[in-house]
């Protein structure tokens, strides 16, 4: 069975600095491209950045792209997503996910970010 969890979701301050992670199980992340998804408040699913199998390259929302980075850890089966310069857009609830649609994902972070 896969699973996947998420955590490091929290309230931080305009301007300020999250890490979030995302443990895989059941399957081997190295050989999937891995994407961070979100849902914000009454908005439906946005792909927010995914990364490659492979060479590891990766892709970014413009939305987020120059403030958050994606990165995997395969030994560890671990995803993860640091994010910057945090906004009050930014709030959402943050899922992994081995599709970039999120088809198949966890059950969420919540990140607010709010003063």
């Known amino acids: 069975e896969v699973q996947l969890v998420e955590s490091g979701g929290d309230l931080v301050q305009p301007g300020g600095s999250l890490r979030l992670s995302c443990a895989a199980s059941g399957l081997t992340m190295s050989t999937y491209d891995m994407s961070w998804v979100r849902q914000g408040p009454r908005k439906g699913l946005q792909r927010v950045s995914t990364?490659?199998?492979?060479?590891?390259?990766?892709y970014y929302a413009d939305s987020v792209r120059g403030r958050f980075t994606i990165s995997r850890d395969n030994a560890k089966n671990t995803l993860y997503l640091q994010m910057n310069s945090l906004k009050t857009e930014d709030t959402a609830v943050y899922y992994c996910?081995?599709?970039?649609?999120?088809?198949?994902r966890g059950q969420g972070t919540q990140v607010t970010v709010s003063s």
């Open positions: 990364i490659y199998r492979g060479g590891g390259s990766t």
């Open positions: 996910a081995t599709d970039p649609s999120g088809n198949r």
